[in-house]
């Protein structure tokens, strides 16, 4: 027999217990945590039923599914792109996305910034660091960031408002708490040092979230564990939602 399929709403409560277990045991409220349901792969009526569970920040890896997609989910969501941005992707990507996490090199932030120029989007962005150092990661290295802020500072159509890590997928979740820390103790000295605001910090996965909400996280991108399994995606295959 099979089983019911759980109500998100019921997901979504114990998730948010987690969470606020999470901020008391950190001294955090748990309104300065908010989560980014990751819908790739899933089609509208996933957005539209996170949605009427409360969900309002959706989060989308792949422009041309997401085009597709967003148009037919209904108006007043928030999309953000949290997969790895080609450059050739941008114009197309600036009015599907308010705010880009994976903001990887110099050459893609410029780019954000000329072609918002162009097409008068003000898009919020997150500098991608690779805090745990694995060559199978994007993102900057924490010690060139610097470099990056200064250059951020001239831009005036794109906003640097926080950064980004992903964590090494490992079985010991708490191995995963060194590089939350480090991405906030990263963001704390970048604040410091440039007198800015550095408030997002897009940390946390399904599987590590709870270490991350400890650690700083702001932003949780959380995909599986409110949604389950993603349905395959088809390399050749093009999703073609109707409104």
């Known amino acids: 027999m099979n089983e019911k399929p759980r109500d998100l ?6 998730v948010n217990s987690v969470i606020a277990v999470a901020c ?5 409220s748990t309104d300065d945590v908010e989560i980014i349901g990751v819908t790739k792969t899933h089609g509208p009526d996933v957005v ?9 920040i959706f989060g989308e890896n792949r422009v041309q599914e997401a085009a597709s997609k967003i148009p037919a ?5 928030d999309f953000h792109m949290i997969g790895h941005l080609q450059g050739n992707k941008i114009k197309v990507s600036l009015p599907l996305f308010s705010t ?14 000329l072609m918002s120029s162009e097409d008068g989007h003000r898009p919020e962005v997150l500098l991608e660091v690779n805090v745990s150092g694995e060559a ?3 993102g900057f290295m924490p010690e060139k960031i610097d470099e990056v802020i200064e250059k951020s ?10 950064l980004m890590t992903m964590a090494p997928f490992t079985p010991e979740i708490e191995d995963t708490r060194p590089v939350f820390a480090g991405l906030r103790e990263l963001r704390d000295r970048l604040e410091t040092k440039f007198d800015i605001g550095l408030p997002n910090l897009s940390m946390g996965m399904s599987n590590d979230y709870r270490i991350a909400v400890e650690e700083g996280a702001t932003w949780l991108r959380l995909g599986t ?3 389950g399994d993603r349905p395959k995606w088809k390399s050749q295959q093009e999703y073609r939602w109707e409104p």
């Open 9 to 14: 709403n019921d997901i979504l409560a114990e």
């Open 24 to 28: 008391k045991k950190s001294g955090r």
């Open 48 to 56: 539209r039923e996170a949605w009427d569970a409360g969900i309002r």
């Open 73 to 77: 989910c209904g108006g007043g969501m």
């Open 100 to 113: 880009f996490h994976a903001v990887d090199t110099l050459k893609l932030l410029e780019n954000l910034e």
């Open 136 to 138: 199978t990661k994007f």
């Open 153 to 162: 500072l001239e831009m005036h159509n794109v906003t640097l408002t926080g």
């Open 225 to 227: 564990v409110l949604f």
